[in-house]
C-alpha cells in the first residue's frame, strides 16, 4: 500500500513563500505521474500541479503559472511543491497524490489518481 505524507503548510500572509513537502513509501512504477491539488472550503477540489516521475515534465493550473514550481527527489522519494507571491486564494487544503499505473503525462485530473496523502493546510491572509 502506497504511503503520501504532506507537510509544510502553515499559515502566512499574502505575498509570502511556503514550500510543501509530500513523502512516499514508494513508487508504484518508475515512470508514474504525481500532483498536488486542493481544496477550498465549499468549493471542488482542483488540480494544481502534476509531474511525471519518468520523464519530469510538469502541468501548472493557470492561477499558479510562474508561482509555483512543482519538483521531485527520487532517493529521498519526495515531492515537493514551491509556492511563491501566495494570494489570499490560494488558501486551502492541499493533497498530493499518485497515479496506481505507468503514467509519462502529468494531468490535473483527480480521476487519474489512486493513492492520497491526508493533506496539509496553507492560510494566506491578505
Known amino acids: 500500500q502506497v504511503q503520501l505524507v504532506e507537510s509544510g503548510g502553515g499559515s502566512v500572509q499574502a505575498g509570502n513563500s511556503l514550500t510543501l513537502s509530500c513523502a512516499v513509501s514508494?513508487?508504484?512504477?518508475?515512470?508514474?505521474?504525481m500532483g498536488w491539488f486542493r481544496q477550498a472550503p465549499g468549493k471542488e477540489r482542483e488540480g494544481v500541479a502534476s509531474l511525471a516521475t519518468g520523464g519530469g515534465t510538469t502541468v501548472y493550473t493557470d492561477s499558479v503559472k510562474g508561482r509555483f514550481t512543482i519538483s521531485q527527489n527520487n532517493p529521498k522519494r519526495t515531492l515537493y511543491l514551491q509556492m511563491n507571491s501566495l494570494k489570499p486564494e490560494d488558501t486551502g487544503m492541499y493533497y498530493c497524490?499518485?497515479?496506481?499505473?505507468?503514467?509519462?503525462?502529468?494531468?490535473?485530473?483527480?480521476?487519474?489518481?489512486?493513492?492520497w496523502g491526508r493533506g496539509t493546510q496553507v492560510t494566506v491572509s491578505s
Open positions: 514508494f513508487y508504484t512504477y518508475s515512470s508514474t505521474c
Open positions: 497524490a499518485t497515479a496506481r499505473g505507468y503514467c509519462n503525462e502529468p494531468n490535473l485530473s483527480d480521476s487519474e489518481y489512486f493513492y
